[in-house]
């Protein structure tokens, strides 16, 4: 993971819980406790937190307020909201339906409030709780322990807890897609557990931002041929979209359906 990551889910992180221990960030991100310090370091001389014996807090109101600023924290949200209004054109009244963690995947859960009698699979809390107000929806979130960097559930029972269920329609949100490593996430602890949800799902609809084509994230997920289809932003790179045609892997973009006939 680049330091640039590190330092944008340490501050994600700092934001939510305001202090944490080297320790307990270490273990998250799984780095050494070194690299954590020279992180913390550095938000330290940006004046984002201040250091303390172990670890560090959060500093003052402006930083707080950006708790409460999405686009401080996602700069590609208007991204994911357009990315998201195509989604949501594939998913019709009645459909069960799996959404695996992640932003895009939650601008998604926002909006299923357009359609009726859904039954909505996911292990991440933030859409599960998103869902809550939806008049007519079913949500299920398996078990699990939580992961307080992607506010989902991993391990053996959220693994147990999706292999009890069956969906027409999985959205899988990945961080990495490259033309020779394929499909990528960067959380370790959620490898098992989107591998079990593309296995219960029919159609795997893959959900990528444009910032992560070409890139390649710590988890190998698989090759691109396990995608149905790929749902992101008319602005990734043209060599992507051959790519696809020529695997006659369906991409979505902007309302735009493009397919090798």
């Given at each position: 993971?680049?330091?640039?990551?590190?330092?944008?889910?340490?501050?994600?992180?700092?934001?939510?819980?305001?202090?944490?221990?080297?320790?307990?960030?270490?273990?998250?991100?799984?780095?050494?406790?070194?690299?954590?310090?020279?992180?913390?370091?550095?938000?330290?001389?940006?004046g984002?937190?201040?250091r303390?014996?172990?670890?560090?807090?959060?500093?003052?109101?402006?930083?707080?307020?950006?708790?409460?600023?999405?686009s401080?924290i996602?700069?590609?949200?208007?991204?994911?909201?357009?990315i998201?209004?195509?989604?949501?054109?594939?998913?019709?009244?009645?459909?069960?339906?799996?959404?695996?963690?992640?932003?895009?995947?939650?601008?998604?859960?926002?909006?299923?409030?357009?359609?009726?009698?859904?039954?909505?699979?996911?292990?991440?809390?933030?859409?599960?709780?998103?869902?809550?107000?939806?008049?007519?929806?079913?949500?299920?979130?398996?078990?699990?322990?939580?992961?307080?960097?992607t506010?989902?559930?991993?391990?053996?029972?959220?693994?147990?807890?999706l292999?009890?269920?069956?969906?027409?329609?999985?959205?899988?949100?990945?961080?990495?897609?490259?033309?020779?490593?394929?499909?990528?996430i960067?959380?370790?602890?959620?490898?098992?557990?989107?591998?079990?949800?593309?296995?219960?799902?029919?159609q795997?609809?893959?959900?990528?931002?444009?910032?992560?084509?070409?890139?390649?994230?710590f988890?190998?997920?698989?090759n691109?041929?396990?995608?149905?289809?790929?749902?992101?932003?008319?602005?990734?790179?043209?060599?992507?979209?051959?790519?696809?045609?020529?695997?006659?892997?369906?991409?979505?973009?902007?309302?735009?359906?493009?397919?090798?006939?």
């Open positions: 993971m680049f330091a640039a990551e590190r330092l944008r889910i340490i501050k994600s992180y700092m934001l939510e819980k305001k202090k944490a221990t080297v320790s307990e960030i270490s273990r998250m991100l799984s780095v050494s406790e070194v690299t954590i310090r020279r992180d913390l370091e550095s938000l330290d001389e940006e984002f937190l201040t303390t014996h172990g670890g560090a807090i959060l500093n003052g109101a402006e930083n707080l307020e950006a708790l409460n600023n999405t401080d996602d700069p590609e949200r208007q991204l994911r909201e357009e998201s209004e195509v989604a949501i054109y594939l998913i019709n009244d009645g459909d069960t339906l799996l959404l695996s963690p992640g932003l895009t995947n939650l601008a998604i859960a926002r909006k299923l409030s357009r359609k009726k009698n859904l039954v909505v699979l996911t292990t991440d809390i933030r859409i599960a709780e998103e869902l809550t107000s939806h008049p007519s929806a079913r949500i299920i979130l398996p078990g699990g322990d939580l992961d307080p960097i506010h989902s559930m991993f391990g053996p029972p959220a693994i147990g807890g292999d009890q269920y069956y969906v027409s329609k999985a959205f899988i949100e990945i961080d990495g897609m490259h033309l020779k490593r394929g499909f990528t960067k959380h370790p602890s959620q490898l098992d557990v989107i591998k079990k949800m593309m296995e219960i799902a029919t795997k609809y893959f959900v990528a931002l444009p910032s992560a084509f070409n890139q390649i994230s988890s190998h997920l698989g691109l041929d396990l995608a149905t289809a790929v749902i992101t932003h008319p602005s990734i790179p043209s060599d992507y979209k051959k790519l696809m045609f020529e695997r006659n892997i369906t991409l979505y973009a902007s309302f735009t359906a493009y397919k090798q006939i």
